[in-house]
């Protein structure tokens, strides 16, 4: 096991799918026969609409329009929500070493944990989230070796890592593992990864919560805990200002909540160096929120103004009508739920007095606002906290006094506002709220609404709002691990719309934040499943979600030219030319464009490998007309937007012609000039079929012709 496939063996293939497509059927992308569906899951199956979908809602909430400039490829004018997250797994740049490194201050276990990582060369850190485990980590190996370090999945198991191909001085990183210590075998795992290590001339860190449960005395572990805050204060302040607010160092301390982060305390260090006051920087920790969302809570509340907080927490801010239909419906379940007990309220027989509910809602007393938007045509009138974080606040309240019988109330409603037909409530804002709700209790998240919304029990609504839950939880730092070892579990041990589930997820920031581990899930459900054209446009769609990031793109197209030409995988060709044929034919929902030319515009140094890829899905017959098509939808994309697309084209037909064959260039250009023309005719015969223009065809041939010269 290598360090390029250390997480392939999660998603090893025991055996060649039955089901596979022919190797004559046409490419799902663009075999329109394969996008029909009603839209309704049924027998497991889930439609190329249903995919296209979920993608639309996905990139209207995360994706910015990727623009090309001038035509050639390599510059850019936009960023996406994916380019702003940072890869969980994979090697560390130095920027990123350098950042951990810099200011760092040892905490007190610093010195033993060195010790028994020098000797060892392996050692584990736990302790709750926010105490510095990460950054200690990569300090530590930094310490020992000046050799390469790569972080691994968080979803890799004992046994891997005592499979797994460690390099001579390279530094290894697990962070938030969770191991099944209760095997009988687990002592023996230990020892053994141990010994690989140490044979290797590695180094490996694991980090883990603080946990009950055993490590063998083997493996050197240590009660991670933060740095003391003076010196951490001083040491940070003192590298942007010197000791200009060494005065503002006690006011600081002494309005430190009792429990934080150090990424919350570095912000409020760096807020004083630029001159806020205390009070201003401390805003950080949110303490007079906290302090407002408590005693609203301490105060006595009727059963509806509680659920009226419920329900802005988990809708989110919405319109009057639909915040009122979703609080009546959850007050109707919750009733329901405590009918007969002592909480439920007793009838007050000749009252006859129609509620005023509104004239309290929003009042001075309460933590709800109630504004008029004017953006639309109609003025709207909207709900919303006073403080935007009073929402996560109210939360955690809730969690902390409300006992099972609401929160079966607060599952069923939101499984029931899901799967509402009409779109009244917005499923991204419930799995926002989820995702917070999972701070305080990630079980209650992961059993009560994960499991059986993705098992398709309660439909494709559920699904989707699954995948956008992992989605949100990606984008914490402490929370991804738990996401992608959700999205494992299902595409392993999972049914078969757990195993579309999890590859929905992949598609979205789980994809984005761990790409590797994504690629392989869904080269997984590929080569396991029944040949379903869902799972290769799933695989194209994280294509397009990783060609907005820095880098990850290149983990796709690497892991399919690995498949296409490795003689071990001989079986599986065609499903990689299949594969590689979807995403040459992706388009970017939010531009409509070819997202592999813009990829290309992006990261010109990857043309190369592109045009590879064309090369083998040109030159392998089953898939040659549909990468046809693919490359005059790509230049017709060139033709339409960039300001100079014949020199685009002339670069890519340069590639091209080095990947093609001698004796081939010929009658690739035939098929592409043919192609053209028919497709010509078929445009001015009404056909909405994309079509470049022949000037920009005629350069991409004239690079080919070139070659031959």
Not at 687 to 705: C, E, F, G, I, W
């Amino acid at each position: 096991m290598t360090a390029e496939d250390h997480s392939a063996s999660v998603y090893e293939t025991i055996a060649p799918p039955s089901g596979a497509r022919d190797s004559g059927v046409s490419s799902p992308m663009t075999d329109s026969s394969a996008a029909s569906g009603s839209g309704v899951v049924d027998a497991g199956a889930t439609s190329v609409d249903q995919i296209k979908q979920f993608t639309q809602q996905f990139t209207q909430h995360f994706h910015a329009p990727i623009l090309a400039n001038n035509g050639h490829f390599g510059s850019t004018t936009a960023e996406s929500a994916a380019s702003t997250l940072v890869r969980s797994t994979g090697a560390l740049s130095d920027s990123e070493i350098a950042e951990a490194r810099g200011c760092y201050l040892q905490p007190a276990p610093f010195g033993e944990a060195f010790d028994a990582l020098n000797s060892s060369h392996l050692i584990v850190l736990q302790g709750p989230q926010g105490v510095g485990k990460r950054t200690g980590a990569i300090v530590l190996l930094r310490e020992v070796t000046e050799g390469p370090i790569r972080t691994l999945s968080p979803a890799v198991s004992l046994d891997e890592l005592s499979r797994f191909t460690y390099q001579a001085d390279h530094g290894y990183l697990v962070l938030d593992g969770e191991w099944d210590d209760r095997k009988v075998d687990t002592e023996f795992m230990w020892r053994a990864i141990v010994d690989r290590v140490r044979t290797s001339g590695a180094w490996l860190v694991l980090t883990r919560r603080a946990s009950p449960s055993r490590i063998p005395r083997a493996v050197a572990t240590f009660d991670w805990i933060q740095p003391d805050v003076d010196r951490v204060l001083r040491a940070w302040i003192f590298q942007s200002r010197g000791t200009v607010y060494f005065d503002k160092i006690a006011d600081i301390e002494d309005a430190l909540p009792t429990e934080f982060v150090l990424a919350d305390l570095r912000a409020v260090a760096e807020r004083v160096s630029r001159g806020e006051p205390p009070e201003s920087a401390l805003s950080v920790f949110n303490a007079s929120a906290e302090l407002r969302v408590r005693e609203w809570f301490d105060s006595p509340h009727t059963r509806r103004e509680i659920l009226e907080v419920t329900t802005l927490c988990f809708l989110g801010e919405c319109g009057q009508r639909e915040f009122e239909s979703g609080l009546e419906l959850l007050l109707a379940v919750l009733g329901e739920i405590l009918a007969g007990s002592e909480d439920a309220p007793s009838p007050q027989p000749g009252c006859d007095v129609l509620p005023q509910h509104r004239r309290t809602l929003a009042d001075e007393t309460s933590l709800i606002h109630l504004t008029v938007e004017f953006s639309t045509v109609v003025p709207r009138r909207i709900l919303r906290f006073k403080d935007d974080a009073y929402r996560h606040l109210a939360i955690a309240d809730l969690w902390a006094r409300m006992d099972v019988r609401f929160w079966n109330a607060v599952q069923v409603w939101l499984t029931m506002a899901v799967k509402n037909d009409d779109g009244a409530f917005d499923s991204h804002a419930i799995a926002d709220a989820l995702s917070t709700l999972a701070v305080m209790c990630c079980d209650e998240v992961v059993e009560e609404y994960l499991e059986p919304w993705s098992s398709g029990r309660d439909g494709w609504e559920c699904q989707m709002a699954a995948a956008l839950v992992l989605s949100r939880l990606s984008a914490s730092e402490n929370l991804a691990p738990t996401a992608l070892r959700a999205a494992v579990a299902w595409a392993t041990d999972g049914n078969h719309q757990q195993r579309t589930t999890a590859g929905l997820a992949c598609t979205t920031l789980l994809g984005a934040v761990f790409p590797e581990e994504a690629a392989k899930l869904l080269w997984h459900n590929i080569t396991n499943g029944d040949g379903s054209p869902v799972q290769y446009l799933l695989l194209a769609n994280l294509f397009v979600t990783l060609s907005k990031s820095p880098e990850g793109a290149d983990v796709v197209l690497t892991m399919l030219e690995k498949r296409f030409i490795d003689p071990q995988s001989r079986k599986y060709r065609t499903l990689a030319a299949l594969a590689i044929v979807d995403i040459l034919a992706a388009e970017d929902t939010w531009t409509e464009r070819s997202a592999v030319f813009e990829y290309l515009i992006n990261h010109p140094g990857q043309i190369v490998v592109v045009a590879r890829l064309w090369t083998y899905a040109l030159r392998h017959r089953p898939t040659r007309s549909a990468a046809v098509n693919a490359l005059l939808d790509g230049l017709a994309t060139l033709s339409n937007f960039a300001r100079d697309p014949n020199n685009a084209a002339f670069d890519l037909g340069t590639a091209l012609a080095e990947a093609v064959p001698a004796r081939e260039r010929r009658s690739l250009r035939h098929d592409i000039e043919f192609r053209h023309t028919l497709r010509a005719r078929q445009t001015s015969s009404g056909s909405s079929q994309r079509h470049p223009s022949s000037t920009t065809v005629r350069a991409l041939a004239a690079a080919l012709d070139a070659a031959d010269d």
